[in-house]
């Protein structure tokens, strides 16, 4: 058997997230059914995590084991051949029957981008979080800084987790603002279900004056999500990269 690596572009407003589930579309079942008409194998890829629906991705990364003879770095032609316009690999190749796409990640690297103007755009309704009130740009990214380092993110993590480890390390994280565009951009060696989205809320409830943008360290050390700010929609999520 043959490991093939991808690396995936996707638009995720029409599918309801990454992971396969009945009677939804969904990434994986799309990329799953490509694959198949290419090689006729029942293959099952393997995410390096969930996106929900609504979230796009410019770096998802996936697995998939496969006798088939096509060179690796030819996959991604054969696959996005057949692929729905709004989902493409972007980089294909073969490896080790050890690396899992999941499994042997050390980071990741997500994008969150905010509409801040009081008339929305219909040509990003579906690409950015459209907040209307002024924003404070100068409070949130003093605030942004008291994310990086290893904390435990428990305030920062919606409900319905499974997971027992809630410690996780932000290496980096940097909000830039160009005209009515304010983008956060966040690198750590892993994130909680919704961390991301509840950080961005967070920070537009610090820019529109509602929580004080020296309470982030209070926040963290309460390990209490109602202390947090809203969960910013999905639709300003992406996933940039994936850490190997």
């Known amino acids: 058997m043959r490991n093939i690596k991808l690396i995936i ?15 939804q579309k969904t990434i994986q079942e799309a990329i799953e059914y490509s694959i198949k ?10 995410g390096s995590g969930r996106t929900d629906r609504g979230v796009h991705a410019r770096g998802q990364v996936a697995n998939f084991f496969t006798e088939a003879k096509i060179p ?32 042997s990640a050390q980071g990741k690297e997500y994008r969150y981008v905010i509409y801040n103007r009081r008339i929305p755009s219909p040509l990003l309704r579906n690409y950015a979080y459209h907040v209307p009130q002024k924003l404070h740009f100068d409070l949130m990214q003093k605030a942004s800084a008291d994310f990086i380092g290893t904390h ?13 480890d809630t410690t996780r390390t932000i290496y980096s994280i940097h909000l830039n603002k160009n005209h009515e565009i304010i983008e956060l951009k966040i690198n750590g060696n892993g994130f909680l279900y919704n961390m ?21 360290s209070e926040i963290l050390l309460s390990k209490d999500r109602k202390n947090a700010g809203h969960t910013a929609p999905p639709h300003g999520l992406y996933l940039e990269k994936v850490f190997y």
């Open 37 to 46: 008409k290419i090689t006729k194998e029942d293959v099952g890829i393997f």
């Open 72 to 103: 690796g770095e030819k996959f991604k032609d054969a696959i996005n051949s057949v692929l729905p316009s709004d989902i493409v690999i972007s980089h294909s190749e073969e490896v080790d029957c050890s690396f899992h796409s999941r499994y």
């Open 9 to 23: 572009e996707y638009d995720g407003t029409n599918y309801f997230g990454w992971q396969k589930q009945p009677h």
């Open 196 to 216: 991301v989205r509840i950080i961005a809320g967070t920070l537009v409830d610090i820019g529109i004056g509602k929580i004080d943008s020296s309470y982030i």
């Open 152 to 164: 435990d993110f428990t305030a920062f993590m919606a409900s319905g987790s499974s997971v027992k």
